[in-house]
């Protein structure tokens, strides 16, 4: 079975510092990757995702991730956060092909300072 | 479009006791999927169901939790009779495809068992 791990469970951050949350899955074969992001008080919702192609993704409110296959690692990027980025971040796998369910990390809070 | 709703937001109930949680699901996505977060722990998936049938159920922690999926449209899961353990927030997910990436999440439903 699949896993992920997400190293940081909790991270604060100043307005306008980069942020990297580190993301890594087991599982031998081929993989779907994403970013979900939860805003205080709000639902889940997709924040990026990886099936295939360029293992640079770009998602939304300009985060973007980097797939790096021989290092099982998905990490999430932005160069420069906002106080609105304040929100837990879940990476998530599943394996590729029809449905497949999810299998979430543990969460990382991020709190970003004004 | 209106997204995936759950009842109640929020449940504190006794031990021993039953509760009832709802997802009403996007109109017309015949996959809905039961997760459930314990404190700090990962989204862990419970079970799957495509229109009113399970597909997966392999994550449902025990027989003290049923769900059901009547006409294909609402979802319940039924917790009789609760544990203290069964404390944690359960994510409704619906989509068409059946692909994590479709995924649209509810908002949750906190659960206490005291």
């Known amino acids: 079975a699949q896993s992920v791990s997400q190293h940081n469970h909790h991270v604060i951050l100043s307005e306008a510092a980069s942020l990297e949350l580190g993301c890594n899955y087991s599982?031998?074969?081929?993989?779907?990757l994403f970013w979900y992001v939860q805003y205080p008080g709000q639902h889940l919702q997709l924040l990026l995702k990886?099936?295939?192609?360029?293992?640079l993704v770009k998602g939304i409110k300009g985060f973007e991730a980097e797939f790096i296959k021989s290092k099982f690692s998905f990490n999430l990027r932005k160069p420069s956060v906002q106080w609105s980025d304040t929100a837990e971040y879940f990476c998530?796998?599943?394996?590729?092909?029809?449905?497949?369910?999810?299998?979430f990390g543990t969460g990382t809070k991020l709190q970003v300072i004004p | 479009e209106a997204g995936v709703t759950q009842f109640p937001s929020h449940s504190v109930i006794e031990k021993g006791q039953t509760v009832t949680l709802r997802c009403d699901p996007i109109?017309?996505?015949?996959?809905l999927y039961w997760y459930r977060r314990v404190m700090g722990k990962e989204i862990k998936f419970l079970l799957h169901f495509v229109k009113e049938s399970k597909q997966d159920e392999s994550g449902m922690p025990n027989n003290r939790f049923l769900a059901e999926r009547t006409g294909g449209t609402y979802s319940t899961l039924k917790v009789q009779p609760a544990e203290l353990e069964d404390s944690g927030v359960y994510f409704c997910?619906?989509?068409?495809?059946?692909?994590?990436?479709?995924?649209?999440f509810g908002s949750g439903t906190r659960l206490t068992v005291v």
């Open positions: 599982y031998g074969g081929t993989v779907n």
């Open positions: 990886y099936f295939s192609g360029d293992p």
């Open positions: 997910a619906s989509s068409q495809d059946g692909m994590g990436s479709g995924y649209t």
């Open positions: 109109s017309g996505h015949d996959n």
């Open positions: 998530a796998v599943t394996r590729s092909g029809g449905y497949q369910k999810v299998t």
